[in-house]
């Protein structure tokens, strides 16, 4: 257990809809990512928060957002969902500004379905 | 722009076989180099990394890597085999500086047989 959690674990939903994927992150972790994980494009980066404000962004689509509130849990939320963004969203946590030298812990993630 | 290549997306072993995968970098300044493992229905757990010193890395569950600058590469090694080594391998690079940013291979799958 890496101490990170994720909610919900499955999400199963229709084209054009949104939802929202949710992370928790380690106790003590400032730094919270964002990954998508899908057969086509294996493990992408999405998106990186450290202490509520964006730090680096990735291969993340204008329909995705991501904010981390002052309790340091993050949200991604993904909007007019097509079939293509069927895959398992993973969310890590660090210690600090997401440093090189960093270790990144990741959750179970959330496998998203859409049909 | 840094890359990573995995070499196989399967790779089979007997249960006390040497297990080697095999992972070259592509980056423009020095790296960092993580391995990651994933077992089924799981997230990602950090093997080892390597961002600087002994370029001989040990990390858990008996594995270890080195990196070689003048081959480019990171490969990572098991002397023995275990039939609970069987998961998801994930080569990862990142740059020295700045911000963590995580560019991963495709991953190799590491089959066990008894």
């Known amino acids: 257990d890496s101490g990170v959690t994720q909610t919900p674990k499955h999400l199963i939903t229709a084209t054009g809809q949104r939802v929202t994927l949710r992370c928790s992150p380690r106790?003590?972790?400032?730094?919270v990512y964002w990954y998508q994980q899908s057969l086509d494009q294996g493990l992408q980066f999405l998106i990186q928060y450290y202490n509520g404000e964006e730090r680096a962004k990735g291969n993340i689509l204008e329909r995705f957002s991501a904010q981390q509130f002052p309790d340091l849990h993050s949200e991604l939320n993904l909007s007019s969902l097509e079939l293509g963004d069927s895959a398992l969203y993973f969310c890590?946590?660090?210690?600090?500004?997401?440093?090189?030298?960093?270790?990144?812990?990741f959750g179970p993630g959330t496998r998203l379905t859409v049909l | 722009a840094q890359s990573v290549t995995q070499l196989g997306s399967h790779v089979s072993v007997s249960e006390g076989a040497l297990v080697l995968l095999r992972c070259n970098y592509s980056s423009s300044v020095p790296p960092y180099l993580f391995w990651y493992v994933q077992y089924p229905n799981q997230g990602l757990q950090l093997l080892l990394k390597?961002?600087?010193?002994?370029?001989l890395v040990k990390g858990i569950n008996g594995f270890e890597a080195e990196f070689k600058k003048s081959e480019t590469s990171f490969h990572l090694t098991k002397p023995s085999a275990h039939m609970s080594d069987a998961a998801e391998y994930f080569c990862?690079?990142?740059?020295?500086?700045?911000?963590?940013?995580?560019?991963f291979g495709t991953g190799t799958r590491l089959l066990v047989s008894p």
């Open positions: 106790s003590g972790d400032l730094s």
């Open positions: 890590a946590s660090a210690l600090a500004g997401g440093l090189a030298t960093d270790t990144q812990y």
């Open positions: 990862a690079v990142s740059t020295n500086t700045g911000f963590q940013k995580l560019v």
């Open positions: 390597y961002t600087t010193g002994a370029t």
